[in-house]
């Protein structure tokens, strides 16, 4: 493997080869901040160019776009509040309360940081575990899945621990909107007021777009009288750079730990950046010393989503290259553009084609080291580029490209009235102090807890009673014991808190 | 000169005119919208992107790709039964969905007879397989483990009302057994559920027994003759099961578009079928490539509507 990894290193660090890649991690960065223009989009734009080029320089082209497109959502998430992928939904619970803080450079140079070095390990974990981690994520059937997303629901404890009965509230909502449409199992219509744009649910960006960005703008919009001119405020900080830097890197756990996380969720199938992005956030909360303390602004909640979510590229590479099995819908795309130049994913990857298959898992370590060049010098761009513009002009141009963002996911008017109703709906929930986090996971989860429980069952029908394959398959077994603990330990550490301040 | 001679002069004049613009007029002279109904990486999509760039070598004009993704399809499928029917705009169509979700949909937004059949360019037949490691190693096998314990096995596959779905109730019938189908959405997300064996087999497509040829077993192919990708396994009839089904892609336009516009894409169809790179590199791909003109897919797809009545009548789904 040694000599394989040095052919590959040498093949990949072409001039040709490394001007791709850093057209590819600056065009997805861009991409991936617009709101709208998803990772999976920006992928299979370049796709129809790839295919005049030589497949390793096709492959790094589109793994460069891929590992940009996710990072770029930070900057978005960050600067107006507005995941510009849901990989970066928990990004905007920190990241932008440090940009109104005036902490937004801080704040982008610490995701950058997260980003690139969450994608280094998840690449280091590609190139040398990805056949017994493959092995692990098939041990997943639909039961599991169905726990996964019952343990992802426990994230609403802590996303709403304050106020516990508008967190679930609003995880039900977001279960209630994921119903609209097709039944994903047994083709019913349901709740698509015989509006045939429906039938294909409601677009998750869509929602995104309405419910994080459109409150913050009115809000901003509302207050321009008694506010500075500027829409982000910025306090002239030295030392930036090196403060993001030790944000990163000062508590070593949280980062690795994060991007462990989103590696793995990345290698199951069927869940994605989306779902990592929550649970890494969650898990850094859990273990922080000072959770209440997210959500207003602590760097390392940017640091745990911005982590996560480039591991989560290269975690859904693994069934891909492994198993022909693509770990996430832009994973999808590449593996298309595989076939198309005559590849099959698959155990061949790594013999007859090994020197391709390692050429591209070394182009995304080198696309994650420039992600640190290029992500400093944009994100401080940007940065500028946004704090400059007066929030009179900013704020219209930001509403204007939502609803540009909004018709381009799939180039239906529908999906722009959704976001338009999702913001008013979203601004009034705001003014009622409902946190926007559980509604979208509620969205997120949705499908994926309704196939593994219909699934499932249906697996269990031979069974004398269907309802026992939930409970009886030892993984399933383990993640409910995790899903008890999760649930229980807000409630925990409330009591004991609690019980503490009694004892003064 | 008289009055008549001078109309008869001026009408032939515009006349023409008329047919010598019409002449200069030849489609196509601009960009051609081409909408995917699925999402990337897909059949539906893989295929459509193949036949892109040597579309746009026979049409001489550029062949764009858009995604109109939803509801099985329908979403785009709505879309096109409202656009403008000038040829610029046409969609990838897929059988049997065009036909089911009209007739187990209230409303899904469009006619099967309003989709205009341009070209029927491949099919993906659909094959009975099960992980390298199972009990089954012939058709036999499967069929007299299903006899002595109904309702045991279960079947994933790629959707409800989807070829995989009816081929299974089909086969249940073609064998007399009784086996549980488990819709999964896509055909790729149902691969993971046998690899990691949480089904006990998979009523898939042609593409992806070539794909994953290392780890899945294929018992039967649901085809009339055996097709070439894989020329070791029997099909059905060989076997002695009635059970030919599977779902064929092709491009389709809004209604009202005119006879010579779609006569001209699907020349191109056909030669883009034609080409040896596209056909070589489809087929290995395991998809089987058909050329199914205007008329004879409409045919087709008529035929098609009488038969998956008649299927679904039978098992009590409509």
């Given at each position: 493997m040694g000599e394989l990894l040095l052919a590959a290193t040498i093949a990949v660090f072409s001039v040709k080869n490394i001007l791709f890649m850093l057209f590819g991690v600056s065009a997805g960065m861009i991409a991936g901040a617009l709101p709208g223009l998803t990772a999976t989009m920006s992928v299979a734009l370049i796709v129809p160019f790839t295919f005049t080029m030589d497949p390793i320089s096709g492959m790094a082209t589109l793994g460069a776009i891929y590992c940009g497109a996710i990072f770029g959502g930070a900057f978005s998430a960050i600067l107006v509040n507005t995941p510009g992928t849901p990989s970066s939904i928990g990004t905007t619970f920190d990241g932008y309360p440090m940009a109104k803080q005036g902490k937004g450079e801080e704040a982008i140079f610490t995701a950058t940081f997260a980003s690139a070095g969450g994608g280094l390990i998840g690449t280091v974990i590609l190139i040398f575990l990805s056949v017994p981690l493959a092995k692990v994520a098939l041990k997943f059937g639909p039961p599991e899945y169905f726990w996964i997303t019952m343990f992802g629901l426990t994230i609403i404890a802590s996303l709403a621990s304050k106020n516990m009965l508008k967190g679930l509230a609003g995880g039900a909502f977001g279960l209630l909107i994921s119903m609209i449409g097709i039944a994903p199992i047994g083709g019913d219509v349901r709740f698509t007021m015989g509006l045939p744009a429906f039938?294909?649910?409601?677009?998750?960006?869509?929602?995104?777009?309405?419910?994080?960005?459109?409150?913050?703008?009115?809000?901003?919009?509302?207050?321009?009288?008694?506010?500075?001119?500027?829409?982000?405020?910025?306090?002239?900080?030295?030392?930036?750079?090196?403060?993001?830097?030790?944000?990163?890197?000062?508590?070593?756990?949280?980062?690795?730990?994060?991007?462990?996380?989103?590696?793995?969720?990345?290698?199951?199938?069927?869940?994605?950046?989306?779902?990592?992005?929550?649970?890494?956030?969650?898990?850094?909360?859990?273990?922080?010393?000072?959770?209440?303390?997210?959500?207003?602004?602590?760097?390392?909640?940017?640091?745990?989503?911005?982590?996560?979510?480039?591991?989560?590229?290269?975690?859904?590479?693994?069934?891909?290259?492994?198993?022909?099995?693509?770990?996430?819908?832009?994973?999808?795309?590449?593996?298309?553009?595989?076939?198309?130049?005559?590849?099959?994913?698959g155990p061949e990857l790594f013999s007859s084609s090994a020197h391709i298959t390692y050429a591209f898992m070394v182009s995304l370590f080198v696309a994650n080291l420039m992600m640190f060049v290029v992500g400093i010098l944009g994100g401080r761009s940007i940065f500028k580029i946004v704090t400059m513009i007066p929030a009179k002009i900013l704020v219209p141009s930001i509403i204007f490209l939502t609803i540009?963002?909004?018709?381009?996911?799939?180039?239906?008017?529908?999906d722009v009235i959704v976001m338009l109703i999702g913001g008013f709906i979203g601004y009034l929930l705001k003014e009622l102090n409902f946190h926007p986090g559980p509604i979208v996971l509620g969205l997120i989860l949705g499908p994926i807890a309704e196939k593994g429980l219909v699934q499932g069952f249906l697996m269990g029908l031979s069974r004398s009673n269907p309802w026992t394959i939930f409970f009886t398959r030892p993984i399933s077994i383990a993640l409910i014991g995790i899903i008890i603990f999760s649930a229980g330990w807000p409630v925990y550490r409330e009591l004991k808190s609690k019980y503490q301040k009694g004892e003064n | 000169m008289n009055k008549k001679l001078l109309s008869i002069l001026l009408v032939s004049l515009f006349l023409v005119s008329v047919l010598s613009l019409n002449v200069m007029a030849e489609f196509p002279e601009k960009a051609i919208n081409y909408n995917v109904c699925f999402n990337p990486g897909g059949e539906s999509d893989l295929t459509a992107r193949a036949q892109q760039q040597p579309l746009e070598e026979v049409l001489g004009e550029d062949v764009v790709i858009q995604y109109k993704i939803g509801g099985g399809g329908a979403v785009g499928w709505s879309e096109l039964v409202q656009a403008k029917p000038d040829g610029y705009t046409v969609a990838g169509f897929n059988l049997p969905h065009i036909i089911l979700q009209p007739l187990v949909r209230d409303n899904p937004g469009y006619e099967t007879k309003e989709i205009k059949p341009v070209f029927i360019f491949e099919a993906t037949p659909n094959i009975l397989a099960v992980h390298k490691d199972s009990q089954f190693k012939t058709l036999e096998q499967f069929v007299n483990y299903a006899k002595e314990n109904p309702g045991v096995i279960t079947l994933g596959g790629s959707g409800s009302y989807s070829a995989n779905h009816l081929g299974t109730l089909e086969f249940n019938q073609a064998a007399d057994i009784r086996t549980t189908y488990i819709p999964f959405t896509g055909s790729g997300e149902a691969v993971p559920a046998l690899l990691g064996q949480h089904v006990s087999g998979l009523m898939t497509y042609t593409t992806m027994g070539i794909r994953h040829s290392d780890e899945m077993r294929v018992l039967a192919v649901a085809a009339d003759e055996r097709v070439p990708a894989m020329p070791d396994v029997p099909t059905f009839k060989e076997l002695g099961y009635d059970y030919v089904e599977g779902a064929y892609r092709g491009m389709a336009a809004p209604p009202g578009t005119p006879d010579d516009v779609i006569e001209k894409l699907a020349e191109a169809n056909l030669a883009v079928n034609e080409m040896p790179s596209f056909k070589n590199k489809l087929e290995d791909m395991g998809f089987q490539i058909i050329n199914m003109g205007p008329e004879e897919s409409e045919k087709f797809v008529e035929d098609r509507i009488e038969y998956y009545k008649k299927i679904l009548a039978e098992v009590g789904l409509l």
């Open positions: 039938q294909g649910g409601v677009q998750l960006i869509s929602v995104l777009i309405g419910f994080f960005c459109i409150p913050e703008m009115l809000r901003i919009a509302g207050n321009l009288s008694k506010q500075k001119m500027q829409a982000v405020n910025v306090e002239k900080q030295e030392g930036v750079l090196a403060r993001s830097f030790w944000n990163v890197f000062r508590k070593p756990f949280n980062f690795i730990r994060s991007a462990i996380i989103g590696a793995f969720v990345g290698i199951l199938p069927g869940a994605g950046g989306n779902i990592a992005n929550l649970v890494a956030y969650n898990e850094a909360q859990r273990a922080s010393k000072e959770p209440e303390t997210f959500g207003t602004g602590n760097p390392q909640g940017v640091v745990a989503t911005e982590a996560a979510n480039n591991a989560t590229v290269e975690g859904g590479m693994v069934p891909l290259l492994t198993l022909g099995i693509p770990g996430a819908p832009p994973a999808a795309i590449i593996y298309g553009a595989l076939m198309l130049q005559g590849l099959r994913p540009l963002g909004s018709y381009s996911i799939r180039n239906n008017m529908m | -």
